[in-house]
């Protein structure tokens, strides 16, 4: 038999197809022994996956978790993980195959003996380039082929987890080429023919959504739309990873988290970037969650200068919602009544209570209001039919012929 007919005539496992949960709570348990809180949806869905033998798209944020199910699932099935990173511009071949043509030259140096033997009573150079071509299945065989993640995910004799994340962040070309492989779980090659799994790779595909995946593709999968937990579980997930915070300043820590995701940012705080905050508090050895400490440590959660600026500017009121926002966030313009001073300074006015002999406000603003409050005499009365007649003149001027 040829290596392209072993190839077409490889068939799937029995063993492989095993259930790897039991139920859904098994799947719920095991997650959470791997440190990974599932919900009732999650749960199911990966139940789903390992009983129906289909891929899951997972769709959402950036930073809510989506590529830590494909590693806790390889952890928990005992599965070894293979990844495939989509980018913008990636071509099919750093995805699927290619072909060692470094190998190729070295062995077609070596052997150039053996092929000057094969062509040396060739009569004519047609003949020769046929008798050459009759050996392509020598040069294009397995033994050349350099597998890529997902070849390797098909060919691998063990069972695999083949994560193929951020795939919306591919070419719609490569959307195309993952079809074959989420419907029939085989990869076809010109050069060989169709290659089928051996055993069934599990197929965990995420999206943070910066394009529409095509209908096709979301047709072959499992979809799930992952969102920020609710603050119970996010809370939990905090006390899960040991951040060495306390409850009630963890507690205080996801209000604050969630009102930042509020904010119109560009990049909200990510589950395991409040993880990380959590635990830089922790370090710090921060007894309250004060506005100075929040704002002195605010770049763990926020990326960008722009929500850097914006952060800043709402964390006082989250931590106080009575609280005056600072000089130093309102651009310097000085609205209350400590005009610029530091807290020790000493003050001849009492800021806390009005003051009698002060001149009223709508007498100061109505005063404003007054002609001539600049100096000078007063504007002259404009006659009512002013206007009038200089319509008028105007009207009688005669227009260029």
């Given amino acids: ?73 390889a952890a928990v099935t005992g ?20 072909w060692d043509y470094g190998k190729q030259m070295l062995y077609t140096q070596i052997l150039r003996e053996k092929i000057g033997q094969v062509i040396e009573d060739a009569a004519t150079l047609t003949e020769a380039v046929d008798r050459i071509s009759q050996q ?20 691998s004799p063990e069972p695999v987890v083949l994560l193929i994340d951020e795939v919306d962040r591919a070419d719609e070309a490569l959307e195309a080429v993952l079809l074959e492989l989420l419907s029939e779980f085989q990869i076809s090659i010109p050069e060989i023919g169709t290659v089928k799994a051996t055993t069934l790779p599990y197929v965990v595909l995420t999206s943070n959504n910066t394009r529409d995946l095509s ?10 739309f992952l969102d920020y937990p609710e603050a119970e579980r996010e809370l939990e997930i905090i006390r899960s990873k040991d951040t060495g915070l306390a409850e009630a300043l963890a507690v205080r820590l996801v209000e604050i988290v969630r009102g930042l995701r509020e904010l119109d940012l560009r990049k909200s705080p ?27 440590t605010l770049n763990v959660v926020v990326k960008y200068e722009r929500d850097l600026d914006r952060a800043m500017k709402a964390i006082p009121s ?9 000089d130093s966030l309102d651009h310097g313009h000085g609205h209350g009544h400590g005009h610029g001073h530091g807290p020790g300074s000493d003050h001849s006015h009492d800021s806390g209570s009005g003051h009698d002999d002060e001149p009223d406000g709508r007498a100061i603003r109505a005063a404003k209001d007054q002609p001539g409050r ?14 009038e007649r200089s319509f008028a003149s105007r009207s009688a001027r005669k227009r260029p012929v």
């Fill in 136 to 155: 392509d299945s020598v040069f294009f065989s397995e033994r050349f082929l350099a597998a890529r993640p997902l070849l390797e995910a098909i060919t």
């Fill in 374 to 387: 600049h100096g000078g005499p007063p504007p002259k009365p404009v006659p009512a039919g002013q206007g």
């Fill in 79 to 98: 599965r070894r993980l293979i990844r495939l990173q989509c980018y913008e511009g990636q071509d099919e071949t750093k995805a699927l195959y290619e």
């Fill in 318 to 326: 989250m931590v106080d919602p009575n609280a005056d926002v600072p």
């Fill in 1 to 73: 038999m040829t290596e392209p007919e072993a190839a077409a005539e490889t068939t799937v496992d029995p063993a492989a197809t095993r259930h790897e949960f039991e139920d859904i709570d098994d799947a719920r348990s095991r997650f959470r022994d791997a440190g990974y809180l599932t919900d009732d949806r999650l749960a199911t869905t990966v139940f789903l996956l390992s009983r129906l033998d289909k891929p899951v798209l997972l769709e959402g944020p950036a930073g809510v978790g989506k590529t830590q199910l494909a590693t806790s699932l």
């Fill in 270 to 296: 990510s589950i395991s970037e409040t993880i990380d905050w959590a635990r830089t508090l922790a370090v710090l050895g921060v007894k309250e969650l004060t506005a100075d400490v929040l704002s002195q």
């Fill in 215 to 224: 209908a096709a593709l979301k047709r072959r999968c499992l979809h799930l």
